[in-house]
């Protein structure tokens, strides 16, 4: 019998490999571009960076805006009872918005806009605000096309605006010219001759977030028509966040820009479940407004994301039909969650006095502003030496202290950062254990100072 050779395939195909890898071995990497040029100059995220920092000394965290107790009982059962209510809540729903929640959200805001919503045409359920705000630029927003973006602005306006192919134009809100310093938020106004001076033909579009993250401003009605005027006159869409719009203080009014006469016909309102109801791991957002608008973020939606998880949908329908039926009693968390944060406003406020900080109080939302220019700090962090001086406030308090804040020179474009460099963020929605750990750490210091 003629006994077949055995082969070493080992070494056989060895050899062509180590030829293959040296070849390969040789290039640093691909000769042409990997990323798209709509790319650069957005890489940087001011979150990235000081959520990596806050893990890294585990400290009391006043900075992200995110609440650190659990969202009421009831729609936390609504969840656990739409998780367990068979087969159709674990499976694709309608890639528009599961029709339960559209429809509640059609019902319950066009009782406060005074219209009718069409839930099928007027609204797009995305993967929180976040995304909502994503298809809105991607959306209606073109090459050439200029946007203004009233500042402080939430910062992921400006590199969707890039991404998108248009150009930001900046206008600050700036406080009242007085004698004294401006110590709440109603004191920054938006001022109409930098809107007028900013409007050439390329401008599609305005920004504007009421309550406003970081300062907390809250719109009044006469802001608010200027700015449709504006719009009206000169055709501009308004792109109107209002995801703390439950959150307002000292009996002021969340006002929707898109109740305003003329201005259905050209506002996109950004809404959002996770801060409504306490819950942002959820992410579930909205973008509300006309059909023929909402239309095209449909078609980024499809493109995109195209469906947002069922079983969370189908818990915020339900909460929203449990606020619907108790809207403006005492039942209602619209009305229990704004009185809770109240007080840990005015403690939040207290406390930042009593160590020598002047707090701007804010009219609404999560967050407070403080000013930070008498403060004397030795900051000899060579690694922070050229960046703004809120920046390196915030990173000492972090490595030294071990309370996080955030930098409000973030929220402001380059050519205006320099001149709001003296204000740190603090969120104010946590457990009041947080607050008091933040309280000891604020004092201990201001002793030892």
């Given at each position: 019998m003629l006994r077949?050779?055995?082969?070493?395939?080992?070494?056989i195909w060895k050899r062509p490999v180590r030829l293959i890898l040296s070849s390969c071995q040789k290039k640093t990497g691909m000769a042409r571009q990997l990323h798209a040029r709509r790319l650069e100059g957005v890489d940087k995220n001011i979150w990235v960076e000081f959520t990596q920092l806050t893990?890294?000394?585990?400290?009391?965290?006043?900075?992200?805006?995110?609440?650190?107790?659990?969202?009421?009982s009831f729609i936390q059962e609504a969840f656990c009872s739409a998780i367990t209510g068979g087969a159709s809540m674990h499976q694709y729903t309608r890639g528009f918005g599961h029709p339960a929640l559209v429809k509640i959200l059609a019902k319950f805001f066009g009782r406060i806009v005074g219209r009718e919503?069409?839930?099928?045409?007027?609204?797009?359920?995305?993967?929180?605000?976040?995304?909502?705000?994503?298809?809105?630029?991607?959306?209606?927003?073109?090459?050439?096309d200029e946007v203004i973006i009233v500042e402080p602005f939430f910062d992921c306006y400006q590199p969707m605006v890039t991404m998108a192919g248009g150009t930001p134009v900046y206008i600050p809100l700036k406080p009242r010219k007085s004698t004294g310093p401006a110590l709440s938020s109603a004191d920054w106004v938006l001022s109409p001759e930098e809107l007028a001076n900013n409007l050439n033909p390329r401008t599609k579009a305005i920004v504007i977030n009421t309550p406003n993250n970081p300062l907390g401003k809250v719109y009044q009605r006469e802001e608010l028509q200027m700015i449709a005027d504006f719009c009206i006159k000169h055709d501009i869409i308004c792109i109107s966040d209002e995801v703390y719009e439950w959150l307002t203080y000292d009996g002021t009014q969340h006002i929707k820009i898109a109740s305003l006469p003329g201005m259905w016909e050209r506002t996109v309102t950004i809404g959002s479940a996770g801060k409504s109801f306490s819950a942002t791991g959820w992410k579930v957002g909205w973008a509300m407004g006309p059909g023929n608008i909402i239309k095209h973020l449909k078609t980024i939606h499809q493109n995109s994301v195209y469906h947002c998880a069922t079983a969370a949908q189908e818990a915020v329908a339900v909460g929203f039909q449990r606020e619907y039926d108790t809207f403006g009693t005492e039942d209602s968390y619209f009305k229990q969650l704004p009185a809770?944060?109240?007080?840990?406003?005015?403690?939040?406020?207290e406390c930042l006095r009593s160590v020598g900080?002047?707090?701007?109080?804010?009219?609404?939302?999560?967050?407070?502003?403080?000013?930070i220019s008498?403060?004397?700090?030795?900051l000899n962090d060579p690694s922070t030496k050229d960046e703004p001086y809120d920046f390196r406030i915030v990173k000492w308090l972090i490595k030294e202290k071990g309370l996080a804040t955030i930098p409000v020179s973030g929220f402001y474009s380059p050519e205006h950062r320099g001149d709001f460099q003296n204000y740190?963020?603090?969120?104010?929605?946590?457990?009041?254990?947080?607050?008091?750990?933040?309280?000891?750490?604020?004092?201990?210091?201001?002793?030892?100072?």
């Open positions: 077949r050779p055995v082969r070493n395939w080992a070494l893990a890294d000394y585990k400290v009391v965290n006043l900075g992200q805006g995110f609440p650190d107790f659990s969202p009421p919503i069409d839930p099928m045409e007027d609204l797009q359920i995305t993967v929180g605000a976040y995304q909502a705000l994503f298809c809105t630029f991607q959306a209606l927003i073109d090459e050439g809770q944060l109240y007080t840990k406003r005015l403690r939040l406020a900080l002047e707090p701007i109080m804010p009219q609404g939302g999560y967050f407070m502003i403080t000013d008498s403060l004397q700090v030795d740190i963020r603090f969120c104010f929605v946590k457990e009041d254990s947080t607050l008091k750990a933040a309280e000891d750490i604020l004092r201990q210091w201001s002793i030892k100072k």
